[in-house]
Nanobody, 118 residues
Framework: QVQLVESGGGLVQPGKSLTLSCAAS????????MGWYRQSLENQREMVAL???????NYSDSVKGRFTISRDAAKNTVWLQMNSLKPEDTAVYYC????????????WGQGTQVTVSS
């Protein structure tokens, strides 16, 4: 079993920055993808940013150039640096860990609220 603990959400003004963190613990014995998804009242859950072994990253078009995902593989921790925040970034942000193998499974954090408003 794997547990994900997120932190760093909150209320921030448009144009400002915020950093989310997610620490994974438990039985982690294989390579994995780790990333952030978000869900707002108006939209379904969507991928925001992913990071794979070798620090290969992928971003949604809506955050590319503004958000940066990074990780410390030794600590099974990932961060999402969010710059130039917009009101449309308001959502609950969820951390996800997805094993590539041989270990299998995907896990979610409890979510952290990010609100961008003046």
């Amino acid at each position: 079993q794997v547990q994900l603990v997120e932190s760093g959400g909150g209320l921030v003004q448009p144009g400002k920055s915020l950093t989310l963190s997610c620490a994974a613990s438990g039985r982690i014995e294989s390579h994995y993808l780790m990333g952030w998804y978000r869900q707002s009242l108006e939209n379904q859950r969507e991928m925001v940013a992913l990071i794979a072994p070798g620090d290969i990253t992928n971003y949604s078009d809506s955050v590319k150039g503004r958000f940066t995902i990074s990780r410390d593989a030794a600590k099974n921790t990932v961060w999402l640096q969010m710059n130039s925040l917009k009101p449309e970034d308001t959502a609950v942000y969820y951390c996800n860990l997805h094993f590539i193998g041989p270990q299998v499974g995907a896990y979610w954090g409890q979510g952290t609220q990010v609100t961008v408003s003046s």
